[in-house]
Nanobody, 116 residues
Framework: QVQLVESGGGLVQAGGSLRLSCAAS????????MGWYRQAPGKQRELVAS???????NYADSVKGRFTISRDNAKKTVFLQMNSLKFEDTAVYYC??????????WGQGTQVTVSS
């Protein structure tokens, strides 16, 4: 059984920062590339960033230079440091393996709201 619990979201002014965390249970974490995804109202869920088990990272163009993904394999946790936040970053953020997310493991996500 896989469980993913996201936390760290909140309301922040444009230009501010937030640090998201995702705690994973089950055996998927250590062997999988993990991703942070987001879904804004009325839009499809999109990949924001990913990190391999060895620490190789990749980012969507819209967040490059502003967001940093990291992971702690021992604690089965993946992080997303978000700096210079923009209004358009407002969304619910989720974590899940990438590129094959576990369909039943989509959690509640964590809401990030950026005020302009």
């Amino acid at each position: 059984q896989v469980q993913l619990v996201e936390s760290g979201g909140g309301l922040v002014q444009a230009g501010g920062s937030l640090r998201l965390s995702c705690a994973a249970s089950g055996s998927i974490f250590s062997i999988n590339t993990m991703g942070w995804y987001r879904q804004a109202p009325g839009k499809q869920r999109e990949l924001v960033a990913s990190i391999t088990s060895g620490g190789i990272t990749n980012y969507a163009d819209s967040v490059k230079g502003r967001f940093t993904i990291s992971r702690d394999n021992a604690k089965k946790t993946v992080f997303l440091q978000m700096n210079s936040l923009k209004f358009e970053d407002t969304a619910v953020y989720y974590c899940n393996p990438y590129p094959r997310p576990v369909s039943y493991a989509w959690g509640q996500g964590t809401q990030v709201t950026v005020s302009s």
